[in-house]
């Protein structure tokens, strides 16, 4: 049988029993089918990055599953038809992680793993103004205002007043 990571997307006005009423349906579906879920994380309640059918919010759930193609299908299929399912994802693995995911770790475990996507370069808006270096053989702009004074543009194009 071929492993499986699945992640979906619960509605936000869901409660949490709810949402754990919709992993043991779903876990019914697959054991039918001949499968197995292995580990099952909640990921709690999340913002989205836009809003999905009028939800800015949703419970974001993982679960381990080895199972025929045809329980995902089937999994798949109901999923789709549910309202409370906002969006759900499977990939095929070679094998399953152990231990806690990476959105279940501490953000300083993440970062001691080498998790930072920034390293040591400094991020926009962090940076001290003198980070472009000597202007090398330009020279300094001076006052702006040494360009002369203003004229209404059809004194500037040549037209009458």
Request: avoid cysteine; aromatic fraction near 6%; glycine fraction near 12%.
């Amino acid at each position: 049988m071929a492993l499986y990571e699945h992640v979906f997307l619960a509605r936000q006005d869901l409660s949490s029993q709810q949402v754990d009423a919709l992993v043991e349906t779903y876990k019914g579906v697959i054991e039918a089918n001949g499968g197995s879920i292995g580990r099952v994380e909640n990921w709690g309640l999340k913002s989205l990055t836009y809003r999905i059918n009028k939800n800015r919010k949703a419970y974001y759930t993982l679960m381990d599953i080895t199972a025929p193609a045809a329980a995902i299908q089937e999994m798949e299929r109901q999923m789709g038809l549910s309202e409370d399912v906002l969006r759900f994802m499977t990939v095929r693995v070679e094998k399953h992680e152990e231990g806690v995911s990476a959105m279940m770790q501490k953000r300083e475990e993440r970062s001691e793993r080498g998790g930072d996507r920034f390293g040591d370069r400094p991020r926009f808006g962090d940076r001290d103004r003198g980070d472009r270096g000597d202007r090398g053989d330009r020279p300094p702009r001076g006052d702006r205002d040494d360009r002369g004074p203003r004229r209404p543009r059809e004194q500037a194009e040549g037209g009458a007043q």
